[in-house]
């Protein structure tokens, strides 16, 4: 940050980030440390990333042995770590082939792709469109924008990308209007982040991986908030029995690293030929050994057990938090860890109060407020998480019964 010749404070980060002042220097596990030694309980997890939560030992000395022998050498030649990567990948999933990139948005991308070249070299070039869902969030590439049809992201960009036709969530008559003869995938998150935190019924997923089958149609299940443990399972789709043919995954799949991945069969990859796709940074070494190290740590026996007893836990007490503050809470919602609370009053207000707490959480759609602890969270910083929420949620209420401003007591410093 700088002063202008006002006196005011600019950046020279371009503005598209509305950002708290606050800043951290280091993080433990679940504790991120503010630049002005402040401990925050991080129930953020960098937007769902953090899985392993802060400077995880293994993660730190697998990137720390990496960086000291290769970063980048690009996919003109054949990366080791990255072949290792996609085989433990395939093994734990229904998948054949990866594709590595570096965000959600391009895996998602990636995954459009592969389906729109399966059915042009399965003879049906025309079949080009996929159908997405009302209220989802697939990235911010000019196509994603397009995929996931929200205006609010869409305004002003231009005409939106061409091949994305958006149905009503959980209306299944709706999809089968959908379906046309250019209709090549349904694409949709098995448990919407972004849109609120809201669950798709593992008999609608079952449906639509009926529909695909009838109509030659390819199914892709958006994993990148989902995927890595989030629910309990490594993958959601494993939850609801329901197996895609096409799936993207990013944000925890790296431990914190950029790193995104495109999962499918081999049939559906059948189109993947070289020239047809490709990336620069994508699937380098020091990104795989991230990817690597974060499957050491989750694969390892009992990591799910204990992700699945947390969640269950936590969404215990979370019940107990939305009893005791109705006029706050409306619902408690998701999946494992991959948590919302529907709120009654504005969602940025009980992510200000919980902030106030020194816990730090994220807004969704829907006026949810999310709670991504990070997967390694103990069942004593769960209790102390659900501690300082029932304590933002007392001073929140109190405010609100006394609009007046009654000036807030400053927060102790605990952690
Ligand atoms: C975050 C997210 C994306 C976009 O990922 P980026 O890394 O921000 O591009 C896509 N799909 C889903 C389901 C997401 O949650």
Avoid at 80 to 89: K, M, S, T, V, Y
Avoid at 134 to 153: N, V
Avoid at 163 to 189: C, H, P, S, Y
Wanted: glycine share 10%.
């Amino acid at each position: 940050m700088s002063q202008n010749v006002s006196g005011a404070v600019t950046s020279h980060l371009m503005a598209t980030f509305a950002r708290v002042d606050l800043a951290f220097e280091r993080g433990e596990g679940v504790w991120l440390i503010a630049t002005n030694g402040e401990r925050y309980l991080d129930f953020a997890s960098g937007v769902a990333v953090n899985a392993l939560g802060h400077a995880h030992p293994h993660l730190v000395a697998a990137l720390a042995e990496q960086s000291q022998k290769l970063w980048h050498v690009s996919n003109l030649y054949e990366i080791p770590e990255g072949e290792r990567a996609a085989q433990r990948l395939c093994a734990a999933s229904f998948a054949d082939v990866v594709f590595f990139c570096n965000s959600g948005a391009e895996a998602v991308e990636g995954a459009i792709k592969t389906a729109r070249k399966y059915q042009s070299v399965s003879g049906h070039p025309e079949r080009y469109r996929a159908i997405t869902f009302e209220g989802a969030f697939h990235g911010r590439t000019l196509a994603m924008l397009a995929a996931g049809g929200q205006k609010k992201y869409l305004d002003g960009f231009g005409p939106p990308v061409e091949g994305f036709d958006q149905v009503a969530f959980n209306d299944l008559a709706a999809v089968k209007k959908a379906i046309g003869t250019e209709t090549a995938a349904i694409m949709i998150e098995p448990l919407m982040g972004e849109g609120g935190v809201r669950t798709v019924e593992p008999s609608f997923l079952r449906a639509l991986r009926e529909l695909c089958d009838q109509n030659g149609l390819l199914l892709i299940l958006d994993e990148v908030q989902s995927g890595m443990g989030r629910t309990g399972e490594l993958f959601a789709y494993q939850r609801a029995g329901v197996i895609p043919d096409i799936m993207p995954l990013a944000k925890a799949l790296g431990g914190g690293f950029p790193v995104g991945a495109v999962l499918a069969t081999s049939e559906a990859a059948k189109g993947m030929t070289p020239g047809t796709h490709g990336s620069t940074f994508g699937g380098n070494p020091l990104a795989m050994s991230a990817v690597n190290a974060t499957l050491d740590v989750m694969l390892a026996p009992g990591f799910f057990d204990h992700v699945k007893k947390i969640g269950i836990l936590f969404k215990q007490r979370l019940a107990e938090i939305k009893d005791r503050y109705p006029e706050l809470i409306a619902e408690v919602r998701g999946e494992g860890l991959l948590v919302g609370l529907r709120a009654v009053v504005p969602a940025g207000e009980l992510v200000n109060a919980i902030r106030a707490e020194k816990m730090l959480a994220v807004g969704a759609g829907d006026n949810v407020v999310r709670l991504l602890p990070p997967l390694i969270v103990s069942e004593q910083e769960m209790a102390e998480g659900i501690a300082r929420l029932d304590r933002a949620c007392a001073q929140l209420s109190r405010s609100a019964k006394r609009p007046a401003a009654v000036p807030r007591p400053k927060e102790e410093t605990a952690g």
